[in-house]
């Protein structure tokens, strides 16, 4: 290994934010005697990047908090030599060097490395058309950029958000909250596109609640200017958005530019090929954080996952590995996530239903509704959970999660059984901290297990909330009221038979036509079930999720549809979850 003239490795690092910050802070603890440098292009390292939209809706008021280390802290505790505004622009690999330019100066110089740690993240992406550069069109990336957006915000009533992922509507929401009138504009057909639609649309909803427009299901053509100030956001339909600020959130690419440029490997999905070390092809170099491809947990393939936990855990494995010749492999990559729009939260971890289908994975899913704690307790919340897992097995691949105080907790449990492989038996066995204020008995996590226990078992076959029901025997085992408040959407043909008479009433149906029973939420026509199963119906199935999630799943823009989430059911028994 070779040294500097004082006798110390040196430990290079190109970016400051996340990744490159764990990674020099682990590097020093590690190894006292090491140079370590880090070259950051932007005026800070190490901010509070998930902050930001906050600062905008004057959440988070001191801009000073989000700076959650400085230069002078990396020097003073760490002995670390942090240079904010100077670019790494080439790696000459055979000299184990790198050419740096100073922004502030125009100067340029070579910097020798021993270990070079790559992390230079992701840029948004601004994409080619017509008035993407214009003033008043923002991308959110950085402190500057928020500053940027900030000063614009009095000046501004009509603000467009193009994008409607995590930093879309977080950016959404605190421009309503300082009293602009929004849209946003999202090229799928619904907002937050990684969750399913049904799990999405509460969110959708409340958004609406908000006052919040949405444009879906065809992105933006162009934006219109006027000199060369944005004036208006131009749909493909040919409509145009009035606009005094624009925020492009279309998504992020991975700068690799350095890393291609210098002979390493990219990935199929634009990222920098790194192993079980992170390292590159060349063992002297690593590479962290938005830039590089992951083993995706549930797939075992190579994926980016653009998220802060992976690159601040991987950061660190590098960080040592570079200082000491070892370190733990770097863990799978689970895309575990969640934000808060208003009054909902929503999140994920591992596969949607739809991914696993993309990806040519089988794979089940149950829906479930539940308290966040017990609901005879003061200021219960309503979440939903859909638990995807393998058939046969039961492994569990991934979950969704909406409602709103609570479901943190549960999709990280559910992250955690991801993390170590295992099934929705295991779930069904986890002993959970339960007392009223903070959970039930029976936590949802457990009543989603069992659900699908009861599926892998045969006892209740499940069809997902946008099957199509034409050709089932549909028997809506709800109250009148209940249907007449909720129709069961797209079954005209559903035999109104609540659930106490069903018993009585088994002369209307068909034993020998397939048949699918519905309620609010699932709960009791999986009860209904059992009955019509023993009474010789040889062929019939449940609603996951019931009428609600059908709502969800299929009712996108019907006048009247409701916002919230069901009230979730219960039959009475002693350890119920409510």
Known sequence: MSVDSTGSERIII????????????RARRLNEAARIVVFERDAYISFANCGLPYYLGGEIEDRASLLVASPQLFAERFR?????RHEVQAIDRAAKTVRVVDLETGAAFDEPYDKLILSPGAAPIRPALPGVDAAGVFVLRNMEDMDH??????????AVVIGAGYIGLEVAEQFRHRGLAVTVVEREPWVLPFLDREMAEPVQRELEAQGIALELGQGFSAIDTEGERAQAVVLPDGRRIPADLVILGVGVSANVSLAREAGLEIGATGGITVNAAMRTADPDIYAVGDAVEYLFGPTGERARVPLAGIANRTGRLAGQHAATGSAPR???AWATSIVRVFGRSAGATGLSLRRAAAAGIDARAVHVVGYHHASYYPGAEIMAIKLVYAPGTGKVLGAQAVGGAGIDKRLDVIATTLHFGGTVHDLVELDLAYAPPFGSAKDPIHMAAFAAQNELAGLSPQVQPDADLSSYQVVDVRSPEEISATALAEAPHAHAIPLPDLRDRLGELDPARPTVLSCRTGLRSYVGLRILAQYGFADVHNLSGGAAMRDFALNRGVAGAPTDLPKPEHLGDPDDPD
Do not use: H, L, M, N
């Open 330 to 332: 770097a863990p799978a």
């Open 14 to 25: 190109v970016g400051g934010v996340a990744g490159g910050a764990s990674a020099a802070a």
């Open 149 to 158: 957006i900030a000063a614009a915000i009095p000046k501004a009533t009509r």
């Open 80 to 84: 670390i030599d942090v240079r904010v």
